[in-house]
């Protein structure tokens, strides 16, 4: 999907769900990464903030349940995920989450899915 294409979070979602197996697979190159950090850049620019926390949220308690791997290898593909998405940990994430208590960085929340999913492999 391109940029002028409309994103909804289900399509962002699938979108990560791709980025997330590239990364894991060793086929995501730097040029791909800052790609993927400038589209979530224009989506929080474009007040899409909300929909890029649901979808890398979703990311998270989707891979947690249904991708084996262990416990250092997700948290470092998922820093890169966190990362790809900086633009609501440094602006969005901290004016939401004075209003709203459910609102976590992107990094606690992929710990925890991790954590409630896997109590007996960690």
């Not at 730097?30 to 979808?55: G, H, I, P, R």
């Amino acid at each position: 999907m391109t940029e002028g294409q409309k994103w909804t979070e289900e399509s962002y979602y699938e979108h990560l769900m791709d980025v997330w197996n590239a990364r894991a697979n060793g086929a995501l190159t730097s040029s791909q990464w800052m790609d993927e950090y400038d589209l979530s850049f224009k989506l929080c620019t474009m007040e899409k903030e909300q929909l890029v926390y649901n979808a890398n949220k979703r990311l998270f308690e989707t891979v947690s349940k249904t991708i084996s791997t262990d416990k250092d290898t997700y948290q470092h593909i998922v820093q890169d995920m966190v990362r790809m998405a900086g633009f609501i940990h440094r602006f969005w994430i901290p004016n939401q989450a004075r209003n709203d208590a459910s609102i976590k960085p992107l990094f606690e929340v992929a710990m925890q899915c991790w954590d409630d999913n896997n109590k007996f492999t960690a």
